[in-house]
């Protein structure tokens, strides 16, 4: 049981399947033990439209409750929400009921210490977990109280507060909302902007009907891009499950990489904090830290996963950071990712320059990449050591994993967090190259996990 239990508490959330792996009693139990690790004494909580969720927010509730946690409910809100709640209002942590872009039957929790600073297993999770298996939770002097608090509409002018809404010109948005809490969120913060949205599964429900909420995979967006191309709309925007995530489709229905978004909103930026410094993650197209230099801003490279990012952007007072995957984060955000401020700045962008979103992209989008390509590995560092002996002639660096660089071309190859999988990605300056040169590498670790 205890191997079952904690298995759920992961490298950056807790998760797991409901009733099997997540139920009611061990949400009670991360509720106090969340309680007894932080010591707070507010704490804001949050859930998405699962069909779990309302069960297992009651139940994390209770447990902060019988800790002696004055708990604020705020009931159905995106992640970037909750994250917003705990940076306003000051709470000394939060908790978000939700298992983001994962398959209905999932569930789990996001949790997050005082200034939205999430935890994650190094830093908090593991923590809890241990207090969770131990079981033992001293009687608080007295119960905490609850009450219940509406958000949506300070976090929807917070979202606004970063762009200047008069210059926003009136184009047509096609909106992927998946079922998710995009459905709330999207028409609170696009509703006062001169847009006409194309709505595409705005119904909260967490089923997931229409497809998994998860708009990195092929097959989650093509509904977006039938009615991008259906409605001649100027760009699509699909959001994750918990609409933490946004990705971008251009006015052709092609589908725009989180490092060429992370270029853009960095681009945006600049104009109004010339010299600032801008966090990029290492499997980010050259092109992004290229068009942070050529804006005036100062580029700085970090490890991929939010608790590195976040943790370079506080150290070096970074204003925005980002990921290929789809995560933005924002300094005036309390370093939390929000999906909905990056699509704002980047509809700002594209009013200010008067170009379309194939327009904008092509200057920048200067390389051909794999995309994440990800092998089964159970020897990770014997596979390193076989890359870097191959390609020992490349400029080498062990920022995260291995990282090989040519004047034309680089790879990076990284071990998964939560598999036991290889992840690999590529970029050349021209097509051929990037073929032969990912089939180079993909033959090098072969050869080594077979051997």
Known sequence: MAGTVAQVFKAYDIRGIYPEELEENLAYRIGRAFALYLRPRNVVVGRDMRVSSPTLAEAVIRGLLDQGVNVTDVGLVSTDALYFAVGKYRFDGGIMVTASHNPAEYNGFKL??????????????????????????????????????????????????????????????????????????????????????????????????????????????????????EHQADLGIAFDGDADRMFILDERGQFVGGDMVTALVAKALLHKHPGAKIVYNLICSRAVPQVIRENGGIAIRSRVGHSFIKALMREQDAIFGGEHSGHFYFRDNWYAD???IAAVTVLELLSREGVTVSQAIAPIDRYYRSGEINME???????????????????????????????????????????????????????ELLRRKTEEVLSVVRRAAAS
């Open 338 to 340: 929000s999906g909905i």
């Open 112 to 229: 997050c210490r005082e200034e939205a600073q999430a935890l994650s297993l190094d830093r908090g999770i593991g923590e809890i977990r241990d207090l969770v298996l131990q079981g033992e939770f001293p009687e608080p002097e007295q119960r905490g109280t609850l009450e219940q608090r509406d958000i949506l509409d300070d976090f929807a002018e917070h979202v606004l507060s970063f762009i200047d809404r008069s210059v926003i010109k009136p184009f047509t948005v096609a909106v992927d909302a998946g079922n998710g809490m995009g459905g709330l969120i999207a028409p609170k913060v696009f509703g006062p902007l001169p847009l006409r949205i194309i709505p595409l599964y705005f119904e909260l429900d967490g089923r997931f009907p229409n497809h998994v909420p998860n708009p990195i995979e092929p097959e989650n967006i093509r509904d977006l891009q039938r009615a991008v191309l």
């Open 377 to 431: 590995v159970h020897d990770f560092q014997a596979v390193l050591r076989a890359l870097e002996t191959h390609f020992h002639d490349g400029k080498i660096d062990h920022l995260d994993g291995l990282t090989v660089e040519y004047p034309d071309w680089w790879f990076n190859a990284r071990s998964s967090n939560t598999q036991p999988l290889l992840r690999i990605n590529v970029e050349a300056t021209t097509p």
